[in-house]
């Protein structure tokens, strides 16, 4: 009789599970068995109540759920803290926005903005981020973006003046041919800043989960990346006095040799600048790719190119009347020759370098995309992953701008769709128990003079571009 007493059955075993998932404090009955106070219930439901957001609806679907009760233990007994942490849980991406939708939405930007000489840009721009992010969801929640278009239209009015009143200083002191003028030290001084308060003011304009992102102003490295554009920019201007080799030493050709092993550098570097600084509440993002893997991919990407042209050059020798040797490259110079070349092989030769370009981007575009999505660390315990092949991704990518082509523009809508879509189904956010609770909201004011740079550096969460 005293064992029967002190070992519960299955039926209040089934009792106790139902009551400890429910949450509520238990109190004892006489005979033994344990049950939530009723005083203790309403208590619960009016805490519940006063808040507009209930912490476990917050972390519902990011944490696996702790183990409660085995039946064949007979008893109630806790999880492990080392086996509620041992699995991350897998939280899927996902885009449920439509071609016809965003087309209607494009069609009325673009006849608004042209109507009213662009003024309408700066609600065009916010609307369609709006769609974006609003179709995107992350798990339950979707993401939000709720900039106001009349700031980035004034912001828009003051670089248009600046930019008007440069230009006049630059063709009044004659500064245009000087190689350093003033818009090269615009761009070492002003452009690093623009870049970093741009990506600060996107991100702090998008929320998830009541909680905004963060980028932090830090201005370092976007200095040291604006300077290995620098060091490119001065050597295209560079062209030699006249000589046997001078057509070979122009800026064109030594800005390619030196981008051939810098530009996967400074890649990198500005994937780099932007994960590390980005913050979720107080969730740090890490970047983890190697510099190793993006020359990598650089390598896939320049093999690929000479595989493309030797195919292009096969193309033009058939198409052409005239093989190349034909023409005087040493009056002419080999770039011209090679124009002329092309403009001998009649349209098609038009149409199949028009198809060599758009492989070679589509190609690139392709295989940093990758890179970058699978560098994403998140605090001590998740990551971005993602499953994107990069040749799947090309051959959507090129398909996509022939269609652009081929439609005079009318395809892009759906294009835009379709390769935003392809990207964020390939990704999945692995979400750790530890960072479940490092959710917060952040955000101080910040101008949206610097949001009108953010094009310039192709971040603002947009799946479809890197």
């Known amino acids: 009789m005293r064992e029967s ?27 033994g068995h344990e049950k939530p106070s009723p005083c203790q219930e309403t208590m619960n439901d009016s805490s519940h109540s006063s808040h507009s957001i209930d912490r476990t609806e917050i972390t519902r679907g990011l944490v696996p759920e702790a183990a409660t009760l085995d039946p ?13 942490k041992a699995a991350p849980t897998a939280i899927p991406i996902r885009f449920d926005g439509s071609a016809d939708q965003y087309f209607e ?17 700066a609600w065009a721009r916010v609307r369609d981020r709006r769609f974006f992010m609003g179709h995107t969801y992350i798990g339950h929640h979707n993401l939000e973006f709720d900039a ?12 248009v003046a600046i930019s008007v009143a440069l230009i006049s200083a630059e063709i009044f002191f004659d500064l245009y041919w000087s190689g350093i003028g003033i818009f090269l030290i615009l761009t070492l001084l002003l452009m690093p800043i623009a870049l970093v308060r741009a990506r600060t003011f996107i991100a702090r304009h998008t929320i998830h989960r009541t909680v905004r992102f963060r980028y932090s102003l830090e201005y370092r490295w976007a200095v040291v990346l604006f300077l290995g554009y620098a060091l490119l920019i001065i050597t295209y201007s560079y ?3 006249e000589g046997l080799w001078s057509d070979y030493f122009t800026g064109f050709y030594i800005a390619a040799a030196i981008a051939l092993f810098l530009f996967p550098l400074l890649l990198h570097l500005d994937h780099r600048i932007q994960i590390g600084q980005l913050q979720f509440g107080g969730l740090r993002f890490f970047f983890t790719s190697s510099l190793k893997s993006y020359y990598a991919g650089w390598g896939t990407l320049l093999l690929a190119t000479i595989l493309f042209t030797i195919v292009l050059f096969g193309v033009i020798g058939m198409l052409s009347d005239y093989p190349l040797s034909q023409f005087n490259i040493e009056e002419i110079g080999f770039r011209y020759s090679l124009g002329f070349w092309f403009i001998e092989a009649g349209r098609w030769g038009l149409v199949a370098l028009a198809l060599y370009a758009i492989c070679i981007f589509a190609i690139y575009r392709s295989v940093f995309a990758c890179l970058y999505w699978r560098s994403f660390r998140i605090g001590a315990d998740s990551a971005i992953e993602s499953t994107l ?3 799947l991704y090309a051959r959507l990518l090129a398909t996509n701008y022939v269609l652009i082509v081929l439609t005079v523009g009318l395809m892009y809508p759906w294009a835009r769709v379709r390769a ?3 990207v964020a189904e390939r990704l999945q956010l692995r979400l750790g128990p530890e960072t479940a609770a490092e959710y917060s909201s952040a955000g101080d004011d910040l101008t949206a003079l610097a949001g ?10 947009d799946f479809g571009a890197t």
Do not use: C, H, M, V
């Not at 007493?5 to 404090?25: C, F, T, V």
């Open 5 to 31: 007493a002190q070992r519960p059955s299955k039926a209040e075993i089934a009792s106790a599970r139902k009551a400890s998932n429910s949450g509520a404090p238990f109190i004892k009955e006489s005979a």
């Open 72 to 84: 064949s233990e007979g008893a109630l007994e806790e999880t492990p803290e080392s086996d509620s």
């Open 105 to 121: 939405l494009y069609i009325a930007n673009t006849l608004l903005t042209i109507i009213t000489l662009g003024i309408y840009s």
């Open 148 to 159: 106001q278009p009349i700031d980035i239209l004034i912001s828009r009015a003051i670089i």
């Open 239 to 241: 062209y030699p006095s």
């Open 389 to 391: 092949d990069w040749r």
């Open 420 to 422: 935003y879509r392809y």
């Open 452 to 461: 009108e740079f953010a094009d310039i550096g192709g971040w603002d969460f």
